[in-house]
């Protein structure tokens, strides 16, 4: 296949088919023109303030329309996009500005009140742009190869997020395997349940685009009113589904939710997290013509770079089941602590090495230099997750190397809410721990928490420290409870027992 | 035991927020206490626990906004 440039393909189904929608946001349809104009109009207006070449631009807003014309814009004019979800609390946008020294922010959010130091193009100026202005640019400016096409943020152990870079070359990586692989064809209908700033979000964005698909957008307001969601997720007629396996769980408690109800769905495609042997026992009783897909993959090596159909042999040979075959361009490795291979069915860390694979974090070399290393010539990264690979090459995912979790699709290092915890004056010490479910997911965050001499370790504490973290945490970073305790066990090397807490919260299971 | 004090417990170990009989009125969604995740497993808790259908496509949010108000909805499924 030609290694057409992701925006080339874009354009090109703009100008053959310029009628197809590109994009279904509520009442609202955009065509592939629509599209094209957009983002030429945006990248026009970037191009025109003369922003510092290559620095990248943070793109605030929800799941509108015009978000994704604003990324392509950036992309056009030569710059990153950096995309930052709307509900973000002020605190993380200045620790993402800190971080990224972005050239602008643009924002769609009307009425936003920023407080970061470079400039900040309107929604007002910005929707004037995308109507009237001019769709001339220079686009030998536009991002290609090894430069950054997106940065996502994830959070950061000490505290500051770290922005993970997908050049173009890696996002071509990704799409041309997803492409064969999910199958999503010219005019089919795939749905975008994740926010923007959530990796997830780009399984089918740009699989879709580059193919003529319509995107649907379930719109998160909907999504949070069970009632709604019932009433528009029929009316979406969605051919392709991508979400996390927590998502369907919330749509499987409906009865109707079944290939009778849902005649034209093809194939779910799930990733972000574990899907369990019930959830996909489940939904294959429900759509017993429907494809499911598992997949699995690092931010840090573009969404997704594992897969496996999950089929009715396969839910009777595996108990818990596997995350799939490496995709064909990427080379994994099963590791031991000193980075030797282990034997087929041992376990150890998964290393990941090929064309999908981060150059690092953005202006964080240490991090960097700590996650993504050499080994006999080749750049691998390591993913911190632990798996077992079997003689054929199918990888099944055991769980982490370190303290990090994912609940509802979302990855949470505890060793960071203890960070924030632990700045609080009320607290002297604090150790978070997940609480799991039969189906080993992660249910539920408890706080171990240590109050000063001052303080009384009770409802009202609980709700000042809630309120506390609220600040400068994301949401699904606040722990659910809050256990309060004289003193923390201790390992014998000194330091926080965070084991010992999970077993004394899950039992030995 | 009685529905009230079930339906506490599970809203107790849901949420994790132990003082929730002093506030009986206090809207759960709203105050960001009850996400659509923790709706999920409050509904799965209260079928399991007792006996109840609950007709997801039909919950509607601010009928089961408040402790008294899930109560409430409790005792008309039963």
């Known amino acids: 296949m030609m290694r057409a440039h992701i925006i080339e393909r874009i354009d090109t189904i703009a100008i053959n088919q310029p009628q197809t929608v590109a994009y279904q946001y509520g009442a609202e349809q955009h065509t592939y023109a629509d599209l094209k104009t957009a983002s030429d109009r945006i990248a026009h207006f970037i191009q025109a303030q003369a922003l510092p070449a290559g620095a990248p631009v943070i793109v605030f807003g929800g799941q509108q329309f015009e978000m994704v014309a604003t990324f392509l814009g950036a992309v056009k004019a030569g710059h990153a996009y950096i995309p930052v979800e709307q509900h973000s609390d002020a605190e993380r946008i200045q620790q993402i500005e800190s971080v990224a020294q972005p050239a602008a922010v643009l924002s769609w959010v009307p009425e936003a009140q920023l407080t970061v130091k470079g400039p900040v193009y309107s929604a007002t100026t910005l929707a004037e742009t995308i109507a009237t202005g001019a769709t001339d640019y220079d686009q030998s400016q536009q991002v290609s190869g090894d430069a950054n096409f997106y940065i996502i943020f994830t959070s950061g152990t000490t505290g500051l997020p770290k922005g993970v870079q997908i050049s173009e070359n890696n996002l071509l990586s990704f799409v041309q395997w997803a492409n064969p692989t999910f199958g999503v064809a010219d005019n089919s209908r795939v749905l975008i349940q994740a926010p923007y700033s959530f990796d997830l979000s780009v399984m089918d964005l740009y699989p879709g685009l580059c193919s003529g698909a319509t995107l649907v957008i379930l719109e998160k307001e909907v999504t949070n009113n069970f009632k709604q969601l019932f009433e528009v997720l029929p009316t979406l007629k969605v051919n ?212 000063n001499a001052d303080q009384t370790g009770d409802a009202t504490l609980t709700k000042t420290l809630k309120a506390a973290l609220a600040e400068n945490t994301m949401d699904y970073m606040i722990p659910q409870r809050f256990v309060y305790q004289t003193q923390l066990p201790l390992s014998v090397n000194g330091k926080v027992d965070r084991k010992a807490l999970i077993t004394e919260v899950n039992g030995n299971a | 035991m009685d529905i009230e004090n079930t339906v506490l417990d599970i809203l107790t170990d849901l949420t994790g927020n132990d003082d929730l009989k002093d506030t009986m009125d206090l809207d759960l969604f709203e105050t960001g206490i009850l996400d659509s995740m923790a709706t999920v497993q409050m509904l799965l808790e209260l079928q399991g626990q007792l006996d109840i259908e609950v007709p997801v496509s039909e919950f509607e949010r601010t009928e089961w906004a408040t402790p008294n108000k899930i109560i409430a909805k409790v005792k008309e499924l039963q």
């Not at chain 1, 042999?313 to 490795?333: F, V």
């Not at chain 1, 980075?339 to 150059?359: F, H, M, R, T, Y």
């Not at chain 1, 054929?392 to 995912?397: A, C, D, E, K, Q």
């Open chain 1, 240 to 451: 392709e589904w991508v979400s996390t396996p927590s998502f369907v769980e919330i749509c499987l408690l409906a009865p109707t939710f079944d290939s009778q109800h849902y005649p034209e769905l093809t194939q779910f495609v799930f990733c972000g997290e574990e899907l369990t042997h019930q959830t996909a026992l489940k939904l294959l009783e429900r759509f017993p013509e429907t494809k499911i897909f598992n997949t699995y993959g690092p931010t840090e090596a573009t969404v997704a770079m594992t897969s496996i159909e999950i089929t009715a042999d396969l839910l009777a040979q595996y108990d818990r089941l596997p995350i799939g075959y490496t995709k064909s361009d990427t080379k994994t490795l099963v590791v031991d602590e000193q980075n030797q291979v282990v034997a087929a069915d041992q376990p150890g860390e998964l290393l990941i090495s090929g064309p999908s694979v981060s150059k690092g974090y953005l202006n964080n070399s240490d991090k960097t230099t700590a996650a993504f290393f050499e080994k006999d010539g080749q750049r691998f990264y390591h993913s911190g997750d632990l798996v077992t690979q079997d003689q054929s090459g199918l990888i099944f995912y055991k769980g982490r190397t370190d303290f990090q979790v994912k609940m509802h699709g979302y990855r949470i290092e505890l060793e960071e809410i203890d960070h924030h915890l632990g700045q609080l004056p009320q607290v002297k010490q604090a150790c978070t721990v997940p609480r799991y479910n039969k189906a080993h997911q992660v249910t539920q965050l408890i706080a171990y928490v240590v109050p």
